[in-house]
């Protein structure tokens, strides 16, 4: 009986709905009327790029694609094929308005997809890293080669930030009807100004750089720090077997390092960052090892030791004094950027090595001046 009656209320109130249903919807087809031609025109051309369908995606990198602007996705490098897809798979447009003259219009549209700018700084910054790695200054501009592979791993993520972007496209008509005009103002809306942003020198700040450039030497190896300060054999005396200090050192410093960037001063394209480097504590090194030798000193065997044993035993208690002293020492230092009009470059490294290396150098004359 419950159901019955439930029954009987609702053959009451579905017409009710249907009637406000239906009213909404003349409501609603009358605020919003049918798409002009050159409307339609944009619609269409807009949605060949949702679909991928056809031409246009070499927009994205005109010169470096070596395609022109109508270039189709047929025609981009294969490597590119799914770089392009994965940048267009979250494109959406909606139309504004227009204005119509006798032969051509203006149509405003709103086109949202992956921001560009925040692409264009994981692009720059992954082209960075990759030079630095190779031990070569910051690239100029990207060739389709580094970028379709470098697009192609960012955007292959979940959650990419979003942005969206207004152009007002131009819409010529001709005996075949209304066509989208190729031009400024479409690249840049399906785009979404990444061209652009990839050659602005100032896409990243001087501190975007830095980062860049000190983080890769938290992945290296003891083998490829010694590589990177260019310091083979940097406890040589007259051993043979000196390697050992080395070693011990630099897999040390490699447990040991970080960084934190503080102060950054720009004016205009030169710029100065102050960063703290966290190393071994060298002069606390060098003092256990002179403590050592000193020790040594005082024994028989060494009053009979020849040079070459002398040597030997040098290099075994530095090896010794490197790997017990465990604490770390942070060293303060200023790195000098200039932009070359391309990016910011690091103009000076002067008192890096030294500090990544635990103040060698104050190590050293501390060292000589006890001796």
Known sequence: MKFMK????????????????AAAAVFFF???????????AVSECLSEIEDLDSGSAAVLFPDSAGGAQGTSLSDIPEEGKEAV??????FSFRILGSTSEDAGASVRVEASNVDAAWLAAQIRRRQLAAAYASGTDAPAEASAADLFPIMK?????????TGKITETLSVSRNADGWHVNSDAALKRLLSGGLPDALKDPFLLKPEDVLS????????????E?????SSSDLFKMASEKLAAPDETLFRK????????????????????VSVSITSVDMPEILAAYRKKLVSYARTAASISAGQDELSDVSSSLLDEAISEVKQSKTSSITVSLENDGNIWQITDTSGLTNALLGDIVSAAEAFAKEG
Do not use: H, M, Q
């Not at 009358?30 to 339609?40: G, I």
């Not at 791993?153 to 930030?161: K, Q, V």
């Not at 000190?214 to 083998?223: A, D, M, N, T, V």
């Not at 720090?225 to 300060?229: D, I, S, T």
């Open 30 to 40: 009358a605020r919003s009327p049918f798409l002009t031609p050159p409307e339609k």
């Open 253 to 272: 410093i490699s447990e040991l390092y970080s960084y934190s960037i503080g102060e950054v001063r720009t004016e205009g394209n030169v710029a100065s």
């Open 225 to 229: 720090w010694e590589k990177a300060l």
């Open 153 to 161: 791993e960012i955007l292959n993520a979940d959650d990419l930030p």
């Open 85 to 90: 897809r994965l940048f267009f798979r979250n």
């Open 212 to 223: 860049v450039y000190l983080s890769r030497y938290s992945f290296l190896s003891p083998e």
């Open 6 to 21: 439930t029954l009987r209320r609702n053959k009451i109130r579905f017409p009710i709905l249907a009637a406000a249903f």
